[in-house]
């Protein structure tokens, strides 16, 4: 029994094939036998076979399927379900339990999507491949020996291998977008303040969204339309409304015009990621769109103006982990000084200590306007690029990730060649753009994914040239053996 898209679930319990319970024990059983392998999940939740069977009573009583009934999610450790532990793969947050429940979570759960479990990540979501969890690695289900990506690797590997039919994880700088491209799925990031980022715990706040993982850019787009608005408990959430995205029997992208921006393909790209790229603008052509070269002057400067912006607001996010209000407290010194320094030296790995020198060093006084400032002003101009380009083409089409999936181990010793994994995601990121990877053909037998970003807002676009793309090309129906 494996269903691959909601509607196929729908059906499915509406024939009455299959019962809510069924399908969430079928997932479980997945993960019993695959997990040991795979390493995706951090804890499954038992309790989800109540919730399973409370959505069989609704629907035996007659009551219609709501929008996510059946439907199996995984959860990136990172979000906060209320009452139950949620750790961000951090030692510093090792046994804490949630006091609220993230907003995206609680829109899927209450359209019925039902929490399996919550998946690995890079500690904090730093990272570009999963290692830098305190607890597991997880694997690629292509080829054990790779890395999933990161930093959702587990979501997106929950997804990949069946695990679970869908699942959400948070993009700041790529998170979302490079593992669905290394492991063959579809993953979305929206607009910045589309999703509510309540109960996320932050990584860096101007630059966080949380997004789904699915096979399908329909699944994608139903995900994201039940997440997606304003929240009272998130003032930078848009009271904008949110387009409903429908698909007809076609996805038309006749007269749409593409733009394919030099500076994301040519040096540091693997010439057979750029090719599948190539690939698919020929399928848009053929479709109707009209191809065009496109300029985005300082797009590679966005990676060394992310890696200045993020750790700048990564250090300060984590100033709240003292050992004191937070998980883990070490108390073996005198006085709260110490408290400090054991419990921030026992609880965060080596990345995370990183990332909060850099972004100490570029905010202290005497450095700001060297290197915080100019990095926000390289943000700007980034933005306004984008808003140009955005006049002449209704979408940019690149690729997600310079490369496919490295194996484990490759990157860990040298942070900047991990870093660069992110060099063709962070644009979006800083210019609060929506963008999506979607699986877009092969290279040497691993899954290439590629990007497809629109203006803020236009949400529609990108899943109307990704369902385009789907409708006449069967890359996202491969799976891993
Ligand atoms: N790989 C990037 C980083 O390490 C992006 C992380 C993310 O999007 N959460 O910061």
Redesign the pocket.
Known sequence: MSYRTISDVHAALTAKDVSTVELVQASLERIHETDKDLGAFLRVRDIVLDEAAATDKRIAGGEPLRLLDGVTLAVKDNMAINGEVVTAASKILEHYKAVVTATAVDRLRQQGALVIGKTN??E?????STE?SAFQKTKNPWNTALVPG???GGSAVAVASDQTLVSI????????R?PASFTNVVGFKPTYGRISRFGLLS??SS??QIGPFTHTVDDAARMYMVMAGQDDNDATTSARTVEAITFGAKADVQNMRIGLPKEFFGEGIDPAVAKVVMDAADVYKKLGATIVEVSLPHARDALAA??II?PAE?SSNLARYDGIRYGLSKREGQGLINIYKQSRDAGFGQ?VKR?IMVGTFSLSAGYTDAFYHQAVMVRSLIHEEFDQVFDQVDILLTPTSPTTAFPLGARTADPLT??L??LL??PA?LANIPAMSLPGGFADNLPVGIQLMAKEWDEASIFRAGQAFQQVTDWHTKQPN
Not at 124 to 128: D, E, S, V
Not at 169 to 175: A, C
């Open positions: 990540l890079d904090f979501a730093m990272g570009a830098n990161g930093s959702s994880g948070s993009d700041t700088g790529g998170s979302i490079q990584l860096a630059l966080d992310y890696y993020q990564t990345e990332r991990m870093y994994a992110d995601t962070v990121n």
